[in-house]
């Protein structure tokens, strides 16, 4: 914040702004409550917010029983003239990486199994190639996690990078219970973003990934929430 020219006072009422809510807010909206003159300047910070936001969250490690798979986001239409492809490599979907540390948990009472989820992690990929999946998995999942994924082609090598990898065949009851809270998190996210931004340009939608998580990590904070992040704020630059 010491480089930038705005004054302190706006800073932390756009991060009070954004944390408020567990669902994003617009730049539009931000701007009418900050009463601001400039669009072009509150959509700046907001990005230099979610920066800061993805640097903090990039500090943690999953481990012990990690979820993993790839959902593929909606995003603005390229230009006209353009002929768009259909279903894998369309411009229209951004291909996303899904990650979720589960921990499975079950009632010694009732013998009722659930799963107590952590950290989550969702990283925009730029292609299909496992190489791009490896390197991932090996920045940001400990190397004695067990990954529970389907049989994607792009995940065939992930085993040799952790402790184990179990793969099932992807149908209904994979998403509904091996990777249930990747799914949910897929879910969740997608609604989000179409619900408050309608359509997100594919070189930004990172940031607003970085912010969903941000914000999922730290459901039960609180009102914690907003000191947290201007502490994420003021480290990162």
Not at 147 to 160: E, N, V
Not at 209 to 233: P, W
Request: overall charge positive.
């Amino acid at each position: 914040m010491e480089s930038s020219k705005l004054p302190v006072r706006t800073w932390y009422l756009a991060m009070a702004f954004m944390t408020f809510s567990k669902k994003g807010l617009s730049a539009c909206e931000l701007q009418r409550q900050l009463e601001h003159k400039r669009y072009d300047t509150v959509w700046s910070l907001m990005h230099r917010t979610r920066n800061a936001m993805g640097n903090r969250d990039a500090l943690y490690t999953l481990e012990g029983m990690v979820e993993f798979d790839e959902a593929y986001f909606a995003k603005a239409t390229t230009p006209d003239g353009i002929k768009l492809k259909r279903g894998k490599g369309s411009q229209r979907k951004q291909n996303v990486a899904v990650m979720a540390e589960s921990i499975p948990l079950e009632d010694i009472e009732t013998g009722q199994q659930s799963s107590q989820c952590r950290y989550f992690k969702m990283k925009v990929l730029s292609s299909h190639k496992s190489n791009e999946v490896n390197e991932l998995v090996e920045e940001n999942i400990d190397e004695k996690s067990i990954i529970f994924s389907d049989k994607g082609k792009t995940y065939l090598d992930i085993a040799d990078l952790v402790e184990a990898q179990i793969m099932y065949k992807s149908d209904i009851a994979t998403t509904s219970k091996v990777l249930k809270w990747v799914h949910v998190t897929i879910s969740n996210a997608k609604r989000t973003l179409l619900g408050v931004y309608h359509k997100v340009k594919g070189k930004y939608l990172q940031l607003y990934l970085d912010e969903f998580c941000y914000k999922l990590i730290r459901r039960c904070f609180g009102n914690q929430l907003f000191e947290r992040l201007t502490s994420a704020v003021a480290k990162s630059y």
